[in-house]
Nanobody, 116 residues
Framework: VQVAESGGGLVQSGGSLRLSCAAS????????MSWYRQAPGKQRELVAS???????KYADSVKGRFTMSANNDRDTGYLQMNRLNSGDTAVYYC???????????WGQGTQFTVSP
């Protein structure tokens, strides 16, 4: 099973960016897909997560600015990020939780930086 993020880069403060996540391989039932981020010197934190029923939860710091979406199988997902600020600079990771095995698969992460 592979999980791959894409879409990182450099964006100006106040700008927007969309990250993508794709899970592939022998994965049959994804219960949830989540986005985490880790800024330099900080712990990894949950940004957003979409569950099997389509419900999405967000970290308080991104509510109203970030929107997570995914297809019905939750093997392809997106994180639309608006009104970015320097506090959003981090490596962003995607993971998927496979229902049958209970295994969580992580991607390698994608970095983006918000410039002043």
């Amino acid at each position: 099973v592979q999980v791959a993020e894409s879409g990182g880069g450099l964006v100006q403060s106040g700008g927007s960016l969309r990250l993508s996540c794709a899970a592939s391989g022998e994965i049959f039932s994804i219960n949830a897909m989540s986005w985490y981020r880790q800024a330099p010197g900080k712990q990894r934190e949950l940004v957003a997560s979409i569950s099997y029923d389509g419900s999405v939860k967000y970290a308080d710091s991104v509510k109203g600015r970030f929107t997570m979406s995914a297809n019905n199988d939750r093997d392809t997902g997106y994180l639309q990020m608006n009104r970015l600020n320097s506090g959003d600079t981090a490596v962003y990771y995607c993971n998927v939780w496979e229902y049958n095995s209970g295994t969580v698969y992580w991607g390698q992460g994608t970095q983006f930086t918000v410039s002043p």
